[in-house]
T-cell receptor
Framework: DGGITQSPKYLFRKEGQNVTLSCEQN?????MYWYRQDPGQGLRLIYY???????QKGDIAEGYSVSREKKESFPLTVTSAQKNPTAFYLC???????????FGEGSRLTVL | AQSVTQPDIHITVSEGASLELRCNYS??????LFWYVQSPGQGLQLLLK??????LVQGIKGFEAEFKRSQSSFNLRKPSVHWSDAAEYFC???????????FGTGTRLTIIP
């Protein structure tokens, strides 16, 4: 079945460590997105990519990095520069020109 | 800048009762509008979307929404809620000519027996 797979579902990290969240899609979608979700704040866009080897910063990109070397994959690295990284992270994809997003099931990151 | 507002943070409804969740948008042109639902600890699922045409849009799980330009609203409705409808609901609007969706802050729906 087509869909978006995020891993790991739960992740614990010590302060000062970088961590990479995986996002893979087999929907043949051009665009991919990373959102952060905190209680009461909705979804905030971290990074997005509309095509391979190209990506743009979203509203809260500081302390995060991404790559888009393959159409299917859009990993997110949470760096030690991110001051408050504990959150629920959602990856999504869409066809270009269509605002409908398809979401993965999320990754919950906890910094100890 | 385009934006969307969900004025209700939390709504409690009895099972079997009707439901209306509010969404107001700020947009220069006729917007595309979306409603998504999120079960606890899960990703979001599209309920319905409005692009143009009929202002009353039917979605999955028995939900519908009505686009009202005069009120800048796109409220979500369901005539009779089920316990499984307990979730968080997000309204969203893509800025014109841009792939990015802007989400509202969400409305958490609690269903009581």
């Amino acid at each position: 079945d087509g869909g978006i797979t995020q891993s790991p579902k739960y992740l614990f990290r010590k302060e000062g460590q970088n961590v990479t969240l995986s996002c893979e899609q087999n929907l043949n979608h051009d665009a991919m997105y990373w959102y952060r979700q905190d209680p009461g704040q909705g979804l905030r866009l971290i990074y997005y990519s509309q095509i391979v080897n190209d990506f743009q910063k979203g509203d809260i990109a500081e302390g995060y990095s991404v790559s888009r070397e393959k159409k299917e994959s859009f990993p997110l690295t949470v760096t030690s520069a991110q001051k408050n990284p504990t959150a629920f992270y959602l990856c999504a994809s869409s066809m270009r020109g269509d605002g409908e997003l398809f979401f993965g099931e999320g990754s919950r990151l906890t910094v100890l | 800048a385009q934006s969307v507002t969900q004025p209700d943070i939390h709504i409690t409804v009895s099972e079997g009762a009707s439901l209306e969740l509010r969404c107001n948008y700020s947009y220069g042109a006729t917007p595309y509008l979306f409603w998504y639902v999120q079960s606890p600890g899960q990703g979001l699922q599209l309920l319905l979307k409005y692009f143009s045409g009929d202002t009353l849009v039917q979605g999955i799980k028995g939900f519908e929404a009505e686009f009202k330009r005069s009120q800048s609203s796109f409220n979500l409705r369901k005539p009779s809620v089920h316990w499984s409808d307990a979730a968080e609901y997000f309204c969203a609007v893509p800025p014109f000519g841009n792939e990015k969706l802007t989400f509202g802050t969400g409305t958490r729906l609690t269903i009581i027996p």
